[in-house]
């Protein structure tokens, strides 16, 4: 069987957009790519039914992902049995028994791409690609999100050499980010960054895939991300012009929603008092902006805030986030990351003891 070229498996918008940027990168894509959007963590609303006009993807597929909690015959195997020998019979027993239940919705042959482009292999399609003997490149979730820690060493402490071996050598278990037998790599942005073994890293940096577009290829995806950008454009005409203009980055924080309004109403308050203020909710942040800021300016929580960086006539003179990472952003003339200090007025500080950022 001939092999297809490509296929990017992912489950945010961010995902989709550095997928479309490594796709756009490429020299040759004769071959084609196809696109697989997972409605598991994200609301993708009519993103699909843009995304199968923009041209960069030949097909675009829904994988209506589910987590293993939608499968009650298999969760008596995640139990602590008290030692390491019944622990690992019975996830050697859930690796399997998970990747059997996914088959049915994987929507397409994963078998039939030279390439499977993977985001959050932790999450259930990496047990899927592992137990079916797909090779796959895992791609770093957000940017620089190993940077704290590295989540597979947090998520198998104790025994780690034996539960690694399992997982790399043996295929028993899985193991997320680069440990999968069948993972070829992890791709991160910045090697230098993660604290681990780097054999099993391969560095890409976001920035350079984004410097190196071509000015059709910016302006295809502003268009296809910007939902209306019309009245984008008309936002950024209220953008203060002797006044300081500052974007606040929302984040799903924490459940609590009045909690998360406490924090960027804090936010909001102070940063007014600076200049113009603009809220750019984060794509998977529920919480409902519209109805609880209507009187700030704000942004489509669907757009990456890396698509600002596209557009000339958007200029701030700050951007404000918590935990976002923001090595990205060029579209502004300062980013201020405020991190656990900020967030120990709003939560126990021993709730964030494992961020590190």
Known sequence: ??????????HTYYHVFVS???????KDRSEGADLIISTMSTDFEDFPERFKECGIFENVYIFEEKREDAFPEILKYKKDQGNIIANMWNRIIFTRKFAKCLAPSVPTDLKKYKDVYVFCDNDPIGYYLNMNHIYYHAVEDGLDTLRPFVPALEDNKGHWKLKRFFSKNLNLIFIRDGYGKYCLEMEVN????????????REVPRNELMQNLSTEGRELLVRTFVRNYDKMIDVCHNLGKDKKNIMILTEPLTPNFDTRERIF????EKYSKEGTVFLKPHPRD??????????VLQFDRTIPMEIFNFFDEIKFDLVVAIYTQL?????????????????DN???????????R
Request: proline share 4%.
């Open 190 to 201: 910045n090697l230098s960054l993660v604290e681990d073994d780097p054999k099993v890293y």
């Open 265 to 268: 109403r804090d936010l909001v």
């Open 286 to 295: 529920d919480l409902k902006y519209q109805e609880r800021f209507p009187d």
């Open 20 to 26: 479309c940027l490594k796709e756009l990168n490429l």
């Open 327 to 343: 090595g990205s952003i060029k579209f502004a003339k300062e980013a201020i990351q405020l991190g656990n200090a900020f967030m």
């Open 1 to 10: 069987m001939d092999k297809k070229g490509r296929v990017y498996i992912c």
């Open 346 to 356: 709003y939560e126990d500080p021993s709730v964030h003891s494992k961020i590190k």
